[in-house]
């Protein structure tokens, strides 16, 4: 059967985020959790500050919102979603 993998989202109150299930022949082998860092209002101003306008457009796009903070929440989901496809394909990619 091989490898494969199943990336989840986590319920706000785990601390949102991701959750990663390693998958080996049909049973899970592992995985992790990906959640989202908390930090302070003075790094997402920064973080913001720092973006082009172009890239502002986008991630107020994929926050569906035209709050900054909201913009800096979906910046950092998709970190995190990157983050644990890096290690889930990692992971599929290793010969048994």
Do not use: C
Not at 37 to 61: F, I, Q, S, Y
């Amino acid at each position: 059967m091989g490898r494969s993998y199943e990336i989840r989202p986590r319920p706000a109150n785990l601390g949102a985020g991701w959750s990663l299930k390693l998958i080996e022949n049909g049973q899970e082998a592992g995985g992790g959790v990906f959640p989202i860092e908390e930090e302070d209002a003075a790094a997402g101003m920064a973080w913001w500050n720092d973006l082009t306008e172009e890239r502002r457009a986008h991630w107020l796009m994929m926050a569906a919102s035209a709050m900054p903070a909201a913009a800096r929440h979906a910046y950092l989901l998709a970190e995190a979603y990157n983050d644990a496809l890096d290690e889930a394909e990692a992971w599929v990619g290793v010969k048994s």
